[in-house]
């Protein structure tokens, strides 16, 4: 057995007929030295030895001042060469090897010799596992210089590379995007998941997890995993773990932090495969965020944009909203972050020829509910709030119907911008397309407070005009059920009672029709009249304001109304 050294000394013990030579170690502990025995070192490191020879009355007592290896190494290296017992492990064995080179301390120089006692551990103990690997390449971050000269960093990265090709799952579960396709990533997942025996037997089945690594060590580490073909997918997933770890719960407030956080996104961006969906868009976003904090490059930032606008109707509104970096104490959102995703994924749509619309749809409703978001934003200038509206309205052009959302987002923005004046209403207004929008946004728009009265006024006669297509619709469909049902009984001697009534009430219908278009005209021509008089000057009824510029009621300075002492003949009833 071993036997134990004093606890208050660092020195080893030696017989006191021995001549000793004591050496200065780099990294010793409390300033100690480690006292050797130059022969016995001499014995078993042919550099030492050649040193020895050359010139027996040299000071070599900074010899060892330059070996790649820490204290505890060190100390490791005279016990092994004093015959005790040299215990190796994964932490330690990367440094045995470094120190056993640079002393040459080969089986040539004597038996049974240190390089190739931790040689042999290295390839038949820590090489096959990939725990022992992952430890063992941990252990070279200390001193990097050596080990990767002695290709040792290599010989780790290989055999990581090599057992994740094998075996992806040990990259981590891939991540379960909601709208990829579930049934070709269950059956990928099905391919590389060990069964149920190799996961008991197996120690190294979801054992030792790469986000452990620097980011030195990691970011060749998954460039070799991209270059050697591991699946994308399993790629993605420790890349997210990765970020995960160093990034969204790492706190960067001091600028080490900061820049050590920056170092990471941008190396995780470039490693990132190029394909669409691996990463959900809630977690680009979030590196979007992230990268805008951290001040990372542009090229950094373009590439996140990028790959959000290529999935971006995977998104939501809250993922759109992205604060804008200043020192305004209000709310501001990155308008032109925004605009630059949606124009890169309509240039993606469009390239990639895409006839199903369903993505377009997506986007047309997430700008809709963007829009509707950011027009509560007391600093959003009304330039800005009309190029989202164009830009809505140009996303919306053959996917939506109606143009309900422009008329939310436009009733929100008046609301919450009371100061403005009436023509910075109209202009605001300009968006909206009345002919577009349905019954019940036309009827809350009659009844909007916030909207200029020339808008009203519009919007009464996109209703008369829409009321007068619906029976327009009627009775053409009416006509051609008689049409079918003539040609049908084209036989018959006569027709029947209730084909009698059906033509009497479609003539009917086609006088009302008649006597509406009428209507509608001379509406027209009185707002034509009367558009350039109508001011808004109180908050009053719309409808009594409408009554008043029509000459249908008194006004508050002329009581005697020309038009009210006029008898009127009676108008139509318009009930069909």
Not at 240 to 269: M, P, T
Not at 352 to 376: C, H, K, M, P, R
Not at 499 to 505: G, L, Y
Not at 525 to 531: A, L, P, T
Request: some cysteine.
């Amino acid at each position: 057995m071993e036997k134990k050294r004093s606890k208050d000394t660092s020195a080893l013990w030696l017989p006191k007929s021995t001549p000793n030579l004591q050496l200065n170690v780099r990294g010793c502990q409390h300033g100690q030295a480690f006292t050797m025995d130059k022969e016995l070192l001499a014995a078993k490191s042919a550099k030492f030895a050649a040193r020895l020879k050359e010139n027996p009355q040299e000071d070599l007592s900074n010899f060892l001042h330059s070996v790649p290896a820490d204290a505890e190494t060190i100390e490791l290296v005279a016990r092994f060469y004093q015959g005790y017992e040299l215990q190796i492990c994964s932490q330690n064995v990367v440094q045995l090897i470094s120190v056993a080179d640079y002393l040459e301390m080969t089986e040539s120089h004597c038996k049974d010799n240190l390089l190739n006692k931790a040689v042999s551990y290295f390839q038949q103990r820590i090489l096959p596992s990939w725990s022992e690997t992952i430890k063992a390449l941990q252990s070279t971050e200390k001193l990097f210089q050596q080990p990767l000269k002695l290709e040792l960093v290599h010989a780790c990265l290989d055999s990581i590379i090599r057992k994740a090709k094998a075996s992806p799952q040990l990259l981590g579960e891939p991540i379960r995007n909601s709208t990829a396709n579930v049934d070709d990533s269950d059956e990928d997942y099905e391919i590389y998941k060990p069964n149920a025996r190799r996961r008991l037997f197996d120690f190294d089945w979801k054992s030792e997890d790469l986000t452990t690594l620097s980011l030195q060590l990691y970011e060749p580490l998954m460039h070799g995993m991209n270059k050697h073909g591991v699946p994308s997918q399993y790629v993605a997933a420790s890349l997210c773990n990765y970020i995960k770890k160093w990034v969204f719960c790492g706190s960067g407030e001091e600028a080490h932090k900061k820049r050590y956080q920056k170092d990471i996104l941008e190396a995780v961006e470039r490693l990132l495969p190029d394909e669409i969906g691996l990463l959900p868009c809630t977690l680009l976003f979030q590196m979007l965020r992230h990268a805008i904090y951290l001040e990372v490059t542009s090229d950094c930032r373009n590439g996140i944009e990028i790959r959000i606008g290529k999935q971006l109707d995977q998104a939501t509104v809250q993922d759109l909203l992205i604060p804008s970096q200043g020192y305004s104490k209000v709310l501001q959102y990155d308008i032109q972050c925004v605009r630059r995703i949606v124009k890169v994924f309509y240039a993606n749509y469009s390239s990639s020829n895409v006839s199903d619309v369903t993505g377009l749809i997506a986007v047309a409703d997430l700008i809709e509910e963007f829009l509707a978001e950011v027009a509560s934003d007391i600093d959003l200038k009304i330039s800005t709030f009309v190029g989202l509206a164009e830009m809505l309205i140009s996303a919306s052009m053959g996917v939506k119907t109606n143009s309900d959302g422009i008329y939310r987002a436009v009733s929100i923005y008046l609301d919450k911008h009371r100061h403005m004046t009436e023509s910075e209403r109209e202009e605001v207004c300009q968006v909206l397309d009345f002919q577009k929008m349905s019954h019940q946004a036309c009827d809350h728009a009659a009844n909007n407070e916030s909207l200029p009265l020339r808008m009203v006024v519009q919007v009464l006669f996109a209703g008369q005009l829409q009321l007068r297509d619906t029976i327009t619709k009627e009775v053409q469909s009416s006509n051609e059920k008689l049409v079918k049902e003539e040609a049908y009984e084209v036989n018959a001697p006569k027709l029947d009672l209730c084909e009698v009534k059906m033509r009497s009430e479609v003539e009917k219908m086609s006088k009302k029709v008649m006597q509406l278009e009428r209507q509608c005209s001379m509406m027209r021509k009185e707002i034509e009249n009367s558009s350039s008089l109508m001011v808004r000057k109180e908050k009053t009824s719309l409808w009594r304001e409408m009554k008043r510029k029509f000459g249908c009621i008194s006004s508050a300075h002329d009581s005697n109304c020309q038009l009210k002492k006029k008898k009127l003949p009676p108008r139509p009833k318009l009930g069909l």
